[in-house]
């Protein structure tokens, strides 16, 4: 539930509990490289959230209800959480087999056992059915994923358009990809952060930014990309939340950069003046292995300047030089000062 309706629901004197999202973050990357341990195949889907392939494991680990069980043991031993497992012929079963009894819950659907499993199931478990989709499915008669297998796809097509109609068909009969992508793109990278008080100190709200700044630049360059859109997230004391985008002429992983364009997003969004929650900042619209930028307030002193001066040459060794700091040290042994210029 998103913190802006639960706070709809709770009471007045509710305690809001600031996530530790650096300690979510290095606990999943301890259950992902654990999963490697059963097979070389993973894709995450989240930061709790894993596809692994596991064809042709039979032989060397045992059936699917051991990989299983062994999946869940390893990351039992490796970060002390229990986890849910399902495994089916393709994603789609397999994400409905490992929600199916959580929690701590093993579930496998072999392939003659797929229709049994999906039948009995509400509509509201196919992938696409939102607040929409579901009252036109219900209006149609359709309650059940049986019920949606049994019409006439004809009359799901007239009703839904071909695309959507095609995509609950083909759920409803079980099919889906069983490709495991290794080298999936994240979309994008974002760092923000929920006070435990409302800030209007605009001082404070700058090295927020700042602070975010570095943590996507960071990431970015550690992963070897370089975005082109700067998205400003606020949320205000009413929950109300709010984006301003802001794409740019040339690729960045520029910590300045990022941070020097989200303080004007948010200097230029007219909520300055309003207490803030929540302030974050994100990064995409990746170009990969892009000539660096540098920072968008440097002026080539002549107009065949070539893209890589001597001064972005001097800001590429700092951030390495401020990664390395980082990596070693942890990422608050080192941080970039902010000028009194606004």
């Known amino acids: 539930m998103p913190i802006s309706q639960a706070a709809q629901r709770l009471p007045d004197d509710a305690v809001y509990v600031r996530p530790r999202m650096a300690h979510y973050a290095a606990v999943s990357r301890q259950i992902m490289a654990a999963l490697e341990n059963i097979s070389p195949s993973v894709e995450q889907a989240s930061v709790d959230e894993a596809y692994l392939d596991v064809s ?19 990351i039992k031993n490796t970060v002390g959480l229990t986890a849910s497992a399902g495994i089916g012929p393709n994603r789609f079963i397999a994400k409905l087999a490992s929600e199916y009894r959580k929690p701590d819950g093993l579930m496998v659907v072999h392939p003659h056992e797929v229709q049994a499993f999906l039948d009995p199931m509400p ?63 994240r979309q994008s ?6 006070f435990e008080q409302d800030i209007v100190d605009q001082a404070r709200l700058r090295e927020t930014l700042l602070w975010a700044a570095q943590e996507v630049g960071r990431t970015a360059r550690r992963e070897g990309l370089q975005g082109r859109t700067i998205t400003l997230k606020i949320r205000l004391e009413n929950f109300k939340t709010f984006t301003r985008q802001r794409k740019l002429p040339a690729p960045t992983d520029d910590d300045t950069v990022l941070y020097r364009q989200a303080w004007a997003l ?11 929650r929540l302030l974050g900042l994100g990064l995409s ?42 990596n070693k040290f942890g990422q608050n042994a080192i941080t970039l000062g902010l000028r009194r210029k606004t």
């Open 189 to 194: 990278i974002s760092k923000e952060t929920t």
């Open 123 to 185: 509509i509201s478990a196919l992938r696409g059915i939102g607040p929409r989709t579901a009252p036109a499915l219900r209006q149609m008669g359709l309650e059940r994923i049986v019920d949606v297998r049994q019409t006439d796809p004809a009359l799901l097509e007239r009703r839904l358009g071909l695309r959507l109609a095609q995509v609950i068909l083909n759920q409803a009969h079980g099919r889906g990809s069983d490709e495991v992508q290794l080298h999936s793109v």
């Open 56 to 74: 042709g494991l039979e032989r060397l680990i045992g059936p699917p209800e051991t990989i299983g069980r062994q999946a869940k043991h390893i």
């Open 266 to 276: 948010y200097r230029e969004s007219g909520l300055a003046e309003h207490p803030v």
């Open 285 to 326: 619209d990746w170009q990969q292995d892009a000539p660096s930028q540098g920072d968008l307030f440097d002026t080539p002193s002549h107009p065949s300047e070539h893209a890589q001066t001597p001064q972005r040459d001097r800001r590429t060794r700092l951030f390495q030089t401020l990664d390395g700091i980082s």
